[in-house]
């Protein structure tokens, strides 16, 4: 069943296993809670570093577990470099966010719902980039969706929260539903739905027809998740969540998920013009206008938002080159945009936590009043900034040689000069960053009066600098690392070198031209500030919102088209649906030419034949007189039970001929309380559009029948027939079938049977204790009734009739398995036998003579035949697997005794309480529409009048 | 014989669904019982149309034999279309019992009822 080191789906399944543990811990205070969320990532990061020797090997580490191996599902994980890159990732900056997490919530935040969420999140997370199932990635990418949703609503109070986690919800949402159909494609086109196979057929997935589509899709998939021009918008409203949730998710882990998917996919979807075309210039237009944004944000998250919106543009173009080398810078750059990136998010929860605001233009001079944020914060803002000595400029360096040396449409520098545009951009935010916050005069007023955090709370950005620093100063210490995620991207095996100094190189140039820029930008900020805010611009929240309205808007109008509460009106649409449905299906393919002889007609056919079409025109006809119908609708019931009688089946004939009886009956005693005539309502238009329809639908049934009928098809029936009597111990198949080959299927119908007894006998146990009881009572029943009720010929003949009719019932069980009958005619029988006498003597004299309670053998068949079918399991066989026997009896003749007896003696008790139960139900209404109560068995008891009239004499 | 069969289901069909489209409860009751007739006979016509071979095995050696499956599977169907007939009766009913009006289709505004008066309730 599986495979491989079992630590992986430890790994996978421990955030899962360990969000539990908060909503409980929180009792035990903050710090045990924090300290129980960090236990169960503690655990996973060690495992991992474990595997790590292995992984940095070149090692691929693998766990399979076996689901439906049929259907290409399994819980298969895998671990190569890159996804080593992300789990470490996804873990470490977990570990830190919690910490973080511990000191920025305050008091009243349900602090263990936080850990919660934040746990479900990181297991999700860390699916994604272990999973070696498309299908099981897809599961953990809509749980990221989830569960960001949760955190980003997680201030519940506030309504940008709550508008904020919808909108990420719809648009990552939205796009993770085209991902499905992207996935499911690829799936098909390979063949497999392991990841592992999928990366190795890339040749054959980019040379296939449905490659476009697929491509598209996925992309939409990891544009939304990844914010993306034009689906931008939706990260900087998610900044309305807690700052640990954006540290965590909008720097590092949810919106690197797109990324990660792209490079994931790189060596099965990219190098193709159409992968270029469309990754490439999505991500320069991203990269670039992120960049122009965040310059004039004055919210410092907002600002950062933007500015992550534009590195992951950024991350995004250089996959979108499709070279070894791009794909190096993207690595290096994620690693390089996690830890600068994490400890600005930080930094930015610090500064609004103790100085209560987070607006740009009412800070400044804090790094006097917090001298350790302000030195955190400007360590990893110069490495936003890309300057050198930081971590930011090696990467940015790089990207920035890829940039130029890329072209676009024959055009040679034009992906280069938007390139350095928005790193143009990106050195101005980051200095504004600098010197706009932490620069300049102390004010005289801040909303709080600003000073350091506690150790605990600039503990993690503070760690998160160290290696912005160590790798800014020695680049080559990150390179195993980098090549060997870099290698998992492209499949090749890579050997980069990384260094501090390259030359004078162009991109060397391009950076001065950067940071020369961006400074004089910051510079001129106040007059362009001013200009921005004249500027009309696009409003993405306004846009989003009409767009939704709109929808919505449209739903409702079809909703209110379709959804009349004209029960009519659907089921026309549900019968037209499905002629046309049927039409499109004959249309298309062609149909085998017929094969079976046709059955010739005996004359004797024609007159049923004849006497059910009539019967049915004239029910249609004269369905207003509804007696009449009902009489009516009797005869077709006869003319198809001598139909199946004709034709083979004297089991359905049996069946068919008492269910009609009861069925009748039951709408007899319907219609005593109901109106007799159906008034004329419907315009004529209306019938003759009714008719249409129904003429048509019939037209279709009628051909698919003949079509089904001209035509012979395989059947399973051969293995029922050879096999009845030697497993089943019977000569009658269909008996055979019901209790032993199918006896699950017809133990579930018996159930269900009775389930709609007791539905019968709830509803009117409730209508009569209701104002329909009071209403009943008022009712005026007595008109049109005879005045024998109960006649003499009638409650002799029943009396007389009735063991006659329990004998039959009783002979058609026993014979059932070897003949036509079994326990569901004789259930059937029986209740006609009971049901007479109700009808001759009245309700309340037969419910006086009734010992046992018809729930009560409902109750009985079900578990009698529930227990045959466990009395197997002793046995050491299956459920419901039948054993049978033959007894010699000395008077008797030899005779069989099956299990599949008892089973059927279930069906007969559960068959006759429902059908009881139901009748019993409904003819407690009249007497509760105070019918009058007898007590003798019939209205005119010959005798007791003898013995009146001798006693008056 | 194949025409008949398919004839009849058809117009079993047409009929039920004419009665299935009519504006009250009763019709539309009858018009399902037709349609499970017109389902039933359509299901058991499925196996294969034939007479005199009924699916008893025979004691006496080799013979054909009807497709006993279709018969199995349509046997309980008639069975469960009764349940389902009757809990469509009584719901049928009930909503006339509450309502005075034996109506299928909500949204039109109608008498809901007679209006009880509390002195008119009595003790059972």
Not at chain 1, 144 to 152: D, G
Request: proline fraction near 5%; include cysteine; glycine fraction near 10%.
């Amino acid at each position: 069943m599986s495979d491989g080191n079992v630590f992986l789906i430890i790994i996978a399944l421990l955030p899962f296993a360990g969000a539990l543990l908060p909503g409980l811990m929180i009792r035990a205070g903050r710090t045990a809670c924090a300290g129980f969320t960090a236990i169960p990532t503690a655990l996973a990061l060690t495992m991992l570093i474990v595997l790590a020797p292995d992984v940095m090997r070149g090692e691929v580490i693998q766990y399979e577990l076996q689901w439906l191996p049929q259907l290409g599902l399994s819980a298969s994980f895998f671990l190569d470099g890159l996804g080593l890159l992300f789990a470490g990732m996804i873990l470490g900056v977990g570990l830190l966010i919690t910490l973080y997490a511990r000191f920025y919530l305050s008091g009243e935040d349900p602090m263990g719902q936080f850990y919660t969420y934040l746990l479900l999140f990181q297991g999700a997370m860390l699916g994604i980039v272990l999973s070696d199932n498309i299908l099981l990635l897809l599961i953990f990418w809509e749980l990221t969706s989830l569960s960001s949703f949760l955190l980003i609503g997680y201030w519940k109070h506030l309504p940008e929260g709550r508008q904020g986690a919808r909108m990420a919800l719809a648009v990552t949402g939205a796009g993770g539903l085209a991902m499905i159909g992207g996935m499911l494609i690829l799936g098909n086109i390979v063949g497999s739905y392991n990841l592992t196979d999928i990366l190795t057929a890339g040749d054959q997935i980019k040379a296939h027809e449905w490659y476009m589509p697929a491509l598209i899709l996925i992309l939409l998939g990891a544009f939304t998740k990844s914010a993306q021009f034009p689906f931008h918008f939706w990260l900087p409203h998610a900044m309305a969540a807690p700052t640990p949730v954006s540290a965590y998710l909008h720097s590092a882990t949810m919106v690197k998920a797109g990324v990660f998917l792209m490079a994931r996919m790189w060596p099965a979807l990219a190098g193709t013009e159409a992968w270029f075309y469309i990754v490439a210039s999505v991500g320069l237009i991203t990269m670039v206008v992120g960049a122009v944004i965040a310059l004039f944000k004055d919210d410092l998250k907002a600002l950062l938002a933007f500015s992550t919106v534009s590195h992951l543009g950024l991350l995004t173009m250089l996959l979108g080159f499709g070279t070894d080398k791009a794909a190096i810078a993207a690595v290096f750059h994620i690693i390089n945009h996690l830890t600068f990136k994490a400890a600005l998010f930080m930094t930015a929860g610090i500064i609004d936590h103790e100085a209560h605001t987070r607006d740009i233009k009412r800070l400044g001079g804090l790094s006097a009043l917090m001298p350790i944020t302000a030195v955190i914060g400007t360590i990893a803002a110069l490495s936003m900034a890309g300057i050198p000595l930081f971590n930011g400029f090696i990467s940015k360096e790089k990207m920035l040689e890829e940039a130029a040396h890329t072209v676009w449409w024959d055009n040679p520098w034009i992906i280069g000069a938007l390139a350095t545009l928005g790193a143009l951009f990106s050195v101005a935010y980051s200095l504004r960053f600098i010197f706009h916050v932490f620069g300049g005069p102390v004010r005289d007023y801040y909303p709080a009066k600003p000073h350091d955090p506690p150790f605990g709370m600039w503990a993690a950005p503070a760690l998160l600098c160290v290696p912005v620093v160590i790798i800014g100063v020695m680049p080559h210490l990150a390179e195993p690392l980098v090549n060997i995620a870099a290698g998992a991207v492209t499949g090749v095996e890579q050997n980069a070198k990384l260094k501090l100094w390259h030359g004078l190189t162009p991109a060397l140039y391009m950076s001065i031209i950067a940071v020369i820029g961006g400074a004089v930008l910051l510079w001129l900020h106040k007059p362009l500030d001013r200009a921005w805010i004249a500027a009309p611009r696009p409003e993405a929240k306004t846009i989003f919102d009409t767009v939704i309205a709109a929808i919505v808007a449209l739903t409702r109008r079809l909703t209110d088209l379709l959804f009349t509460g004209e029960i009519s009106r659907y089921l026309a649409i549900f019968v037209v649906a499905s002629v046309a449905l049927g039409a499109v299906a004959w249309s298309g393919a062609g149909l085998a030419a017929p094969d079976r002889a046709p059955l010739p007609v005996d004359p004797v056919v024609w007159v049923g034949w004849v006497l059910l079409i009539v019967a049915t025109g004239a029910v249609v006809v004269m369905h207003r007189h509804r007696f009449r119908a009902l009489v009516l609708i009797g005869i077709i019931g006869l003319m198809i039970s001598s139909g199946f009688v004709f034709l083979s089946a004297p089991d359905l004939a049996l069946t068919q001929i008492s269910v009609e009886t009861v069925t009748i009956l039951l709408l007899l005693i319907a219609l005593h309380f109901l109106p007799k005539e159906t008034p004329v309502e419907s315009s004529a238009v209306r019938r003759l559009r009714d008719g249409v329809i129904a003429l048509v639908a019939g037209g279709g049934v009628a051909a698919v029948a003949y079509a089904f009928l001209q035509r012979n098809v395989e059947t399973i029936s051969d293995y029922h027939l050879a096999n009845s009597y030697e497993g089943g111990g019977g000569t009658n198949v269909v008996n055979v079938i019901l209790v032993d080959f199918r006896g699950y299927d017809t133990y579930g119908e018996i159930i269900v049977l009775g389930i709609a007894g007791l539905i019968i006998f709830a509803v009117m146990e409730a209508l009569l204790d209701g104002p329909a009881g009071r209403r009943l009572r008022q009712m005026e029943l007595s008109q049109d009734r005879s005045r024998d009720r109960h006649p003499l010929m009638m409650v002799v003949a029943t009396r007389v009739m009735m063991p006659i009719a329990l004998m039959v019932g009783i002979y058609i069980f026993l014979r059932g398995h070897n003949q036509p009958g079994g326990g569901f005619v004789a259930g059937l029988v029986v209740s006609i036998a009971l049901l007479m006498q109700y009808m001759a003597s009245g309700f309340a004299w037969t419910q006086n003579r009734q010992r046992i309670e018809y729930h009560t053998l409902i109750g009985w068949g079900v578990i009698i035949a529930g227990l045959t079918g466990a009395g197997a399991w002793l046995a050491g066989k299956p459920f419901l697997t039948s054993a049978f026997g033959y007894v010699h009896w000395p008077p008797i003749e030899e005779f069989e005794l099956a299990t599949a007896m008892l089973f059927d003696l279930g069906v007969f008790l559960a068959v006759l309480g429902a059908v009881m139960l139901m009748l019993y139900s409904l003819s407690r209404l009249a007497r509760h529409a105070g019918e009058t109560v007898n007590v003798e068995p019939m209205d005119y008891d010959p005798v007791v009048r003898e013995d009146k009239r001798e006693g008056e004499a | 014989m194949e025409m008949i069969v398919a004839s009849a289901v058809g117009v079993l069909t047409a009929g039920g669904v004419y009665l299935v489209l009519r504006l009250r409860a009763f019709p539309v009751i009858l018009g399902l019982a037709m349609l499970s007739y017109a389902v039933n006979v359509f299901l058991f016509a499925a196996g294969k149309l034939t007479t005199n071979l009924p699916p008893i095995l025979s004691k006496y050696g080799e013979a054909t034999y009807t497709d006993p499956l279709p018969q199995a599977l349509v046997l309980t169907a008639i069975v469960i279309s009764f349940g389902m007939t009757a809990v469509l009766v009584m719901v049928a009913l009930a909503s006339f019992l509450e309502s005075d009006s034996d109506r299928i289709n909500l949204g039109r505004s109608e008498n809901a009822g007679l209006p009880v008066e509390p002195g008119q309730e009595e003790a059972q």
